[in-house]
């Protein structure tokens, strides 16, 4: 399971809930719930959280500093702001409460937007992150943390190379972290992976090399886990996958799928059930059935060559068929086993035996025969533990 285990970089949780999150909402949060979503994040004991964008309006800008000043110190405070000095000067004044700080800028890299939305030359946009960062350290001083985002990253493709002397002139005027956004999800993981490598092979070592990923085309945790691998240590991830669009990259995914490769993950897994519960109430945003790590259906088997292969290992540390057992992530729910027309006699013996009932092998057959023969005479429904108690007393 270890083979992939780097030895050398811990992953660095970067959440963005509150800001990349919340800005997608129907309905953005109230300054007492983005508190709970807080809140919540520092008992999953997250690196990093990324609080607003105060610059956007009054109330976001009050937030964010209500936060930064209730943070803890071993949780980096992040906020957002583009590449313009009042903007950044405000962003500067909410956040600056934080124990520990950063500031985030943010500016398109990719020729589409520099020809399409900026409409401005290359040198210009080079003299704009120069100037943008410059400002940042100048503000807030030489130890705070400082981020920049190539906006648009995922499809500077065309352009890469000048995509490096962007993030080298970020460097050059004092950003100590290089952000690589797939701002829309357009291609396989393994082309914006590559990207990522090139990246961290063409700027100082010293730098700390994040993404970013958007589920466009439902890839985002495998780009974010792979990128992780290609180098880039901060990984920039949401509560339940919210996020514009089809969102962010899912915070839960990527933290199991890294500790499943035997990475060091500083999360709090116990609280990831009530967390995506909690999360799901207060927007009203339902966890899909399917959804993994978090939905209701993930331990249920109703295939009879799993159900066998379940009744074997249940209680075991590796599942036949699970990746996880429930209560690592905080849930009180354990392997469900059901009877369909699809499920075979050992589902039958399972559930008998769980409801303290056991009796001869001939005799699951005679059950198992009787239950197959109803289900599938009922429009395939689900048999009931109650109708297989009063079948076995009969039999």
Known sequence: MNEHKTNKRK?????????????????????????????????????????????????????????????PKHITIAALSRANEKEIQTTWDAIQFAKTPRLHIVYP??????????????????????NAISFARKISGKDTSLQFSGEHFGDAIENFEFTIKAFNTAIEAG????????????????????????????????????????????????TTVESFYAGATQLEVALNGLGERAGNTNLYETAIALHQCGEDVDLNFKKVYP?????????????????????EDIF????????????????????????????FVGREDEEKISFTNQSGAKAIQHLLWEAGKKIEPDKIQIL????K???????????????????????
């Open 275 to 295: 967390t995506a519960k909690f999360i799901s109430d207060l927007t009203k945003i339902p966890i899909g059935e399917k959804s993994p790590i978090v939905g």
């Open 11 to 71: 992953v660095w949780i970067q959440d963005v809930t509150l800001r990349d999150g919340n800005q997608a909402l129907k309905k953005p949060w109230t300054k007492s719930e983005k508190e709970s979503v807080f809140d919540a994040l520092v008992a999953l004991n997250v690196n990093g959280i990324e609080v607003g964008f105060p610059s956007s309006n009054r109330n976001e800008f009050e937030s964010v500093q209500s936060l930064a000043k209730k943070a």
């Open 175 to 222: 950003a100590t972290v290089i952000n690589l956004p797939n701002t829309v999800e357009r291609y396989r993981p393994f082309l914006f992976v590559d990207m990522v490598r090139r990246v961290v092979e063409k700027i100082p070592s010293h730098i700390t090399v994040s993404v970013h990923t958007h589920n466009d085309l439902g890839m985002a945790t495998a």
């Open 373 to 395: 023969e109803v289900s599938s005479a009922e429009e395939n429904r689900t048999i009931e533990i109650e109708e297989l108690l009063f079948w076995a007393e009969q039999v």
């Open 300 to 327: 249920s088997h109703r295939s009879g060559i799993h159900q066998d292969g379940v009744t074997k290992t249940i209680g075991q540390k590796k599942g036949a068929y699970r990746t996880f057992s429930p209560d």
């Open 109 to 130: 890299v990719s020729a589409f937007q520099i020809q399409n939305v900026l409409k401005i030359s290359n040198e210009q946009v080079l003299e704009k992150i120069f």
């Open 368 to 371: 198992f025969h009787k239950a």
